[in-house]
């Protein structure tokens, strides 16, 4: 059974930064392409950044330069790390192995 459990989020003024973080189980991980997604109300989820088993990344052009993905094989964790945020970043983040499973979501929320 596979479970993603997601942490990090919350609520965080422009320009600040927040990490999350993503707890895999009943995977083998470090075989497993990941990825953050987001979704705000109304809206299909689109994808944030990828990482592959190799250490190769993908990412958005709208977070490109802001956002890094990284992941900790040992740990079976994913991070996402997010710099210089902004409203329109404001969203609920899911967690993603290979293109099948997801967790839970965590939102986040950038504002003044």
């Known amino acids: 059974q596979v479970q993603l459990v997601e942490s990090g989020g919350g609520l965080v003024q422009p320009g600040g930064s927040l990490r999350l973080s993503c707890v895999a189980s009943?995977?083998?991980?470090?075989?497993?392409?990941m990825g953050w997604y987001r979704q705000t109300p109304g809206n299909e989820r689109e994808l944030v950044a990828k990482?592959?088993?190799?250490?190769?990344?993908l990412y958005a052009d709208s977070v490109k330069g802001r956002f890094t993905i990284s992941r900790d094989n040992t740990a079976k964790t994913l991070y996402l790390q997010m710099n210089s945020l902004k409203p329109e970043d404001t969203a609920v983040y899911y967690c993603?192995?290979?293109?099948?499973?997801w967790g839970q979501g965590t939102q986040v929320s950038v504002s003044s």
């Open positions: 009943g995977i083998v991980f470090r075989l497993s392409v």
């Open positions: 990482i592959w088993s190799t250490g190769s990344t």
């Open positions: 993603n192995a290979n293109e099948e499973d």
